[in-house]
């Protein structure tokens, strides 16, 4: 059993991704027995960078962005990690996203530490002049610390191939170079890799089948309610109901919509696309997003954003699998009690690693200059996803621990492995 410590989350601080980072970690560091250093070195960043971005608006007026970038660890090879644009974004939201990615591509054995970045800034209210600016400006200002042998972006939230072009010829022109692998999540004509915009969804898929087959559930009549009709929320949807299972209700932030029968996910998609809002879908009942998260489906996948299944909500989840799509959408407390009541929780580090597994393809082939067609891609990611669940679910059953304490602990033993065989034996 991994017991967190219960004095790591201060009273008012339980909401804190990197308090719930840090509480993980110090629960697993605790269960293989690491000494003080090597806590202290997997707890510290190698570099957090702070950096003010200066944008001239079409009004003609300065504004001054806050953006970060956050570098969690490099004992298994340059940190990898997503962009963030979103008015909510800070430094320890994005200490966390960092630390996370460190274990989630060791979890899946991919070559990579963690990183995360992120503007605080409402990116829906800015012209696509002032995006550009704003993210040529961010990208010559983290250009010292990034590279395709050292930190390597990604889209995250409020970012998307376009950001990540712009970066790409931001960072080229300060280096004189073409720099294709700087940055992945690409538009194909620039270097980027077919099946990267599904990449997570599609990841998402393979570990549900996984979990499906455990829990002997079969893809017809098996329910699934998605918080978060995203990137990653998006293509779940559409790739389960590809394969049988009856997408019952999505939400965005305009709330949810409910169809027992089953939501025509395609239909949903389009008016998504069509007014930006998913509540505008005709043929549903409009409910709450916290009503979503209590609704009486098999498989809950809360792929929005950090704390949405609490102590305050858990006790009514009646799922019997959550799937995170999201980073941090559990917290601590929430996740003794689903433990308690039986619910399977397929965790973040291992359910959502689908993006960073084909940004990694995506970098082999930048600078391998060979490329791979989608059924390639889609092969490997179904082989990297089948085998990190098999390896997690190994170390469940047999060290009797929850998922997600599992995938922590096959992760940050990996880290621990790297860092001492490069000499760090502290």
């Not at 979103?86 to 274990?103: F, G, I, K, Y």
């Not at 995006?131 to 010559?140: D, I």
């Not at 601590?332 to 580090?349: N, T, Y």
């Not at 059953?397 to 599992?406: D, I, S, V």
Request: proline residues 5%.
């Amino acid at each position: 059993m991994v017991e967190p410590k219960q004095e790591v989350l201060p009273s008012g601080e339980a909401a804190n991704p990197y308090v719930t980072a840090l509480t993980q970690f110090d629960a697993v560091a605790d269960y293989l027995g690491l000494n003080e250093s090597m806590r202290q070195y997997l707890r510290s960043n190698r570099r957090e960078l702070i950096v003010r971005l200066p944008v001239r608006m079409d009004d003609g007026s300065i504004a001054v962005f806050w953006g970060c970038r956050v570098q969690h660890n490099w004992a298994r090879g340059p940190s990898k990690g997503g962009i963030r644009y979103h008015p909510a974004v800070n430094l320890d939201e994005v200490r966390a996203l960092a630390m996370w990615m460190t274990w989630k591509c060791a979890v899946v054995n991919i070559p990579y530490g963690g990183g995360k970045g992120g503007v605080k800034v409402n990116h829906k209210k800015l012209s696509p002049r002032e995006l550009e600016a704003l993210t040529r400006r961010y990208a010559v200002a983290i250009s010292p610390v990034i590279g395709p042998d050292v930190d390597v972006p990604a889209p995250d939230v409020g970012t998307d191939a376009q950001t990540m072009a712009w970066i790409m010829d931001a960072y080229g022109a300060t280096q004189g170079r073409w720099t294709p692998a700087v940055v992945t999540g690409k538009p194909i004509s620039l270097g980027g890799t077919v099946g990267r915009e599904a990449a997570t969804g599609s990841g998402i898929m393979y570990v549900v089948q996984e979990a499906a087959r455990r829990h002997r559930l079969s893809p017809d009549g098996t329910t699934v309610a998605i918080q978060g009709f995203g990137n990653a929320g998006q293509w779940s949807a559409r790739l389960l109901a590809g394969q049988g299972y009856r997408v019952v209700a999505v939400s965005d932030t305009s709330g949810a919509i409910h169809n027992g029968h089953g939501l025509d996910v395609e239909a949903a998609i389009a008016q998504k696309i069509s007014s930006g809002r998913v509540t505008d879908y005709p043929k549903a009942d409009r409910i709450t997003n916290e009503d979503l998260l209590t609704l009486p489906v098999d498989i809950l996948v809360p792929a929005a954003f950090e704390n949405q299944i609490t102590g305050a909500n858990a006790p009514a989840v009646k799922a019997k699998i959550v799937v995170e799509a999201a980073n941090g959408p559990t917290t601590p407390e929430a996740d003794r009690m689903l433990k308690d009541s039986g619910v399977l929780v397929i965790p973040d580090i291992l359910a959502s690693a689908g993006g960073v597994v084909v940004s990694y393809f995506e970098w082999v082939q930048d600078r391998s200059g060979i490329f791979w067609d989608e059924k390639e891609v889609s092969n490997r990611l179904e082989q990297v996803m089948t085998k990190a669940f098999q390896e997690v679910a190994a170390v469940s059953e047999r060290e009797k621990l929850t998922m997600r304490e599992a995938a922590l602990i096959l992760g940050i033993r990996r880290v621990v492995e790297a860092a001492e065989l490069r000499g760090m034996r502290l």
